[in-house]
């Protein structure tokens, strides 16, 4: 595959929509322009039922839009089979959610390696090095061989980004990555999140219910019945 054009933005959904067919058909997302350009750290705000989730799922290609356009690098999502999308989305996005889905019998550093192996490029021996360098860059160098519930809530959610960055992504997709901790930790996996974008040139795209943070981010989008709405008095 060849590369894009340095100017071609990472990720660019236009007039993007998604109805579910129910009996009484419910949108989603209705009529997104947005596009969210290389090393930016992105959030997405809006009240609860306004369709963050639904938009950051579109955007990771976990789900496919009823109408409109989603290009990746320039590239029409809308004509990828369903291996080509998986393979998108296994080689270029990273995905955090609230709660970290970490498997629980498994080490820090075997739940990292899973990607891995699923993406099938490296060694068996290359893996468990990567993961062991993805521990030690996020401050986890002491724990590669806990399991999860020898962690405590903020690392394990930090084993959980460095499982997302397992296969060198662009873009990690996080969705209320700090949701389910306390301050002190919220406030680390935020800077981790952060450090990614400004230090190590990563894109991220963050659904928040935390308006500090989201104003924290470098740009904020803010979402209302499915559609994005200009930011005056939304807080
Ligand atoms: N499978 C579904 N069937 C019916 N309605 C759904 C389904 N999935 C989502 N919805 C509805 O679509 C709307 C958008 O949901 P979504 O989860 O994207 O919102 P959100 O902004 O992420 O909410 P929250 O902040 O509460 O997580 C909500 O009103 C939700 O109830």
Same mark, same amino acid.
């Given at each position: 595959?060849? @590369?894009?054009?340095?100017?071609?933005? /990472? #990720?660019?959904?236009?007039?993007?929509?998604?109805?579910?067919?129910?009996?009484?058909?419910?949108?989603?997302?209705?009529? #997104?322009?947005?596009?969210?350009?290389?090393?930016?750290? /992105?959030?997405?705000?809006?009240?609860? &039922?306004?369709?963050?989730?639904?938009?950051?799922?579109?955007?990771? /290609?976990?789900?496919?839009?009823?109408?409109?356009?989603?290009? !990746?690098?320039?590239?029409?999502?809308?004509?990828?089979?369903?291996?080509?999308? @998986?393979?998108?989305?296994?080689?270029? *996005?990273?995905?955090?959610?609230?709660?970290?889905?970490?498997? +629980?019998?498994?080490?820090?550093?075997?739940?990292? %390696?899973?990607? *891995?192996?699923?993406?099938?490029? /490296?060694?068996?021996?290359?893996?468990?090095? =990567?993961?062991?360098?993805?521990?030690?860059?996020?401050?986890?160098?002491?724990?590669?061989?806990?399991?999860?519930?020898?962690?405590?809530?903020?690392?394990?959610?930090?084993? %959980?980004?460095? =499982?997302?960055?397992?296969?060198?992504? !662009?873009?990690?997709? %996080?969705?209320?990555?700090?949701?389910?901790?306390?301050?002190?930790?919220?406030?680390?996996?935020?800077?981790?999140?952060?450090?990614?974008?400004?230090?190590?040139?990563?894109?991220?795209?963050?659904?928040?219910?935390?308006?500090? *943070?989201?104003?924290?981010?470098?740009?904020?989008?803010?979402?209302?019945?499915?559609?994005?709405? +200009?930011?005056?008095?939304? &807080?």
């Amino acid at each position: 595959m060849t @590369a894009p054009p340095r100017d071609t933005p /990472l #990720i660019e959904a236009r007039k993007l929509t998604r109805i579910l067919p129910e009996t009484v058909p419910v949108t989603l997302v209705q009529d #997104i322009d947005l596009t969210v350009s290389r090393n930016e750290f /992105l959030a997405i705000t809006g009240p609860s &039922g306004s369709g963050k989730s639904s938009l950051l799922y579109l955007l990771g /290609l976990l789900d496919r839009p009823t109408s409109g356009t989603l290009l !990746v690098e320039g590239r029409d999502t809308g004509t990828m089979d369903e291996a080509t999308l @998986a393979e998108t989305r296994l080689s270029m *996005m990273g995905f955090i959610f609230q709660f970290h889905f970490l498997l +629980p019998e498994f080490t820090a550093r075997d739940n990292i %390696a899973i990607p *891995m192996r699923k993406l099938g490029r /490296l060694s068996r021996r290359e893996i468990d090095r =990567r993961a062991e360098e993805l521990l030690g860059s996020l401050g986890l160098g002491d724990h590669i061989h806990k399991r999860p519930d020898q962690l405590s809530g903020g690392q394990r959610q930090r084993v %959980a980004v460095a =499982r997302a960055l397992a296969n060198d992504p !662009v873009i990690l997709l %996080a969705d209320e990555p700090t949701g389910s901790l306390d301050s002190r930790s919220s406030e680390q996996v935020f800077d981790t999140l952060r450090a990614l974008v400004h230090e190590r040139g990563k894109t991220v795209a963050m659904v928040t219910h935390d308006l500090d *943070m989201a104003n924290r981010a470098d740009r904020r989008v803010h979402l209302v019945d499915g559609r994005i709405v +200009p930011l005056n008095g939304a &807080g």
